[in-house]
């Protein structure tokens, strides 16, 4: 009997890694690891892998790397396993897994302005947030702890204290890159820089494997700080739409401290009633509570009161780690697209029939989120990093999240018809929301860059080795 293609090229992988002192494990998918490796946030996009690998160092990467080659398999890598298609894992290949081993994190230098800290890529944000808690310094970071710290960096990284200190791809001092050839180097502004300017924003999985970086960690302009969420029914009018009046209005003259942002969330319902969706202002004062931060939002709460308010003083961190701890898609079915929006495209009108099309949705976990911009975002030009969106005031992201796969259809076309009211409307989309589906999505996720991009990718990685349905092509 002939041995199956599948089989040869797990023997010939697990042969060629033990062969060459690979330290770290090698998962074949009758391991409770490797199904562990695999359950990523996103039930939807779960690939099945030939093998798992879970490398202890910086060799073992470049083990998998050239095994991969060698095999003549597919590659990819999971941090945290949040790539809402699945991108992190290589359907028939070898996935690398770093969140095993790979995730040490600690402060290696601290000033009057910032710290640094190294951080590998497999740490997720609550592991770097913890690692951060006792110092006076804030890691600009994911809004939600379980994200993996690789892909959130390497594609730019909104963060809640982004308006205050730049997306967290601007925050990278340096990291380590294992490259197609197996060789690691460095990459920053002195070392090459081009791979350096590259990763920045230009994403996970094009032009190697990061094992580590040093991020810089500012200190906040307050250690306590006033945050939490203001919330209101979802479509009580008009109320909603006052509040997108309101937001409208005062974000041209919203301070770089001051992050105020609109959102339709799942909100923990009394006693055991199941989540409420409801309509809310997040709000994070990068201030002094008492002489900054509610002279703001004061006037706000007694114009338009609240249902709940739970703003509060606190510390930035411990905010993030017991507030923020799951991602809306965890254990169902996810589809999302996101999308760039200029001063100017977003108004009330719109903003009344995203609250419709919300109404609508055919599931009750489905919601519409976003980001805001301004602030310290807007001060870099759109080559300043592979990231090009720097004039964003709003990016949208539109999420449809099932129970049951037979929901799949009805969910994904809910999500493309709240993209096609936005989309007249739209410079672009923000690439660590990627969406399969998305057309032209080179200019959509990198703009003015993405010639550039590839250029680098030609030198970089000439045999486009590192590739997958969305990567930057040679």
């Not at 009758?30 to 779960?46: E, G, K, L, T, V």
């Not at 050839?181 to 791979?195: D, H, I, K, R, W």
């Not at 697209?337 to 977003?346: K, Q």
């Not at 599931?363 to 592979?386: C, D, M, Q, Y």
Request: glycine share 8%; aromatic share 12%; net charge negative.
């Amino acid at each position: 009997a002939k041995t199956h293609p599948a089989a040869i090229s797990s023997n010939c992988l697990d042969r060629y890694l033990r062969a060459n002192g690979f330290d770290g494990s090698i998962d074949f998918p009758n391991s409770s690891s490797y199904s562990q490796a695999i359950d990523i946030d996103n039930r939807r996009a779960i690939q099945y892998p030939l093998l798992v690998v879970a490398p202890m160092s910086e060799a073992d990467i470049s083990l998998s790397v050239l095994a991969a080659q060698v095999c003549n398999t597919s590659f990819s890598v999971l941090s945290g396993g949040h790539s809402a298609n699945g991108y992190c894992l290589a359907r028939g290949g070898l996935t690398v897994d770093l969140s095993r081993y790979i995730k040490s994190v600690y402060m290696v230098s601290q000033g009057e302005r910032d710290a640094e800290f190294y951080v590998e890529a497999g740490a997720l944000w609550e592991d770097i947030y913890k690692a951060a808690y006792e110092s006076r310094y804030v890691p600009i970071g994911g809004g939600c702890p379980t994200v993996g710290a690789g892909g959130f960096l390497l594609g730019g990284g909104w963060s809640f204290l982004s308006r205050s200190y730049g997306l967290a791809c601007d925050n990278i001092v340096s990291m380590r890159v294992v490259l197609s050839n197996g060789s690691a180097v460095t990459a920053s502004a002195e070392q090459n820089p081009e791979l350096f300017w590259g990763s920045k924003g230009g994403g996970g999985g094009n032009f190697g494997v990061v094992s580590s970086f040093i991020i810089k960690a500012p200190k906040p302009r307050s250690q306590v700080m006033w945050i939490g969420e203001l919330c209101w029914p979802p479509f009580d009018q008009p109320t909603v739409e006052q509040l997108w009046v309101w937001w409208l209005d005062y974000w041209p003259r919203m301070p770089t401290w001051m992050d105020i942002v609109p959102v339709w969330l799942l909100m923990e319902g009394q006693s055991n009633e199941e989540e409420q969706r409801m309509f809310c202002f997040t709000v994070v004062c990068n201030g002094d509570p008492e002489s900054e931060c509610q002279p703001i939002i004061d006037p706000l709460v007694a114009r338009y009161p609240p249902e709940t308010n739970s703003v509060a003083a606190t510390g930035f961190i411990p905010w993030q780690l017991a507030n923020v701890d799951v991602t809306d898609a965890q254990g169902g079915y996810l589809y999302l697209t996101s999308g760039i929006l200029l001063p100017g495209a977003m108004t009330s009108s719109l903003a009344a029939r995203l609250t419709s099309a919300l109404q609508h949705a055919p599931s009750k976990r489905n919601l519409i989120l976003f980001h805001v911009g301004g602030g310290r975002i807007a001060e870099f030009p759109p080559n300043a990093t592979a990231f090009p969106h720097r004039d964003v005031q709003l990016l949208i992201q539109i999420k449809g999240i099932w129970e049951n796969p037979d929901e799949e259809a009805e969910n994904v076309a809910w999500v493309k018809h709240v993209r096609s009211i936005i989309e007249p409307y739209l410079s672009g989309s923000y690439l660590n929301y990627i969406d399969g589906l998305l057309e032209d999505w080179q200019q959509a996720y990198y703009g003015v860059n993405y010639d550039r991009l590839v250029t680098l990718k030609r030198d970089i990685d000439p045999s486009n080795f590192f590739s997958f349905q969305q990567s930057i092509d040679t």
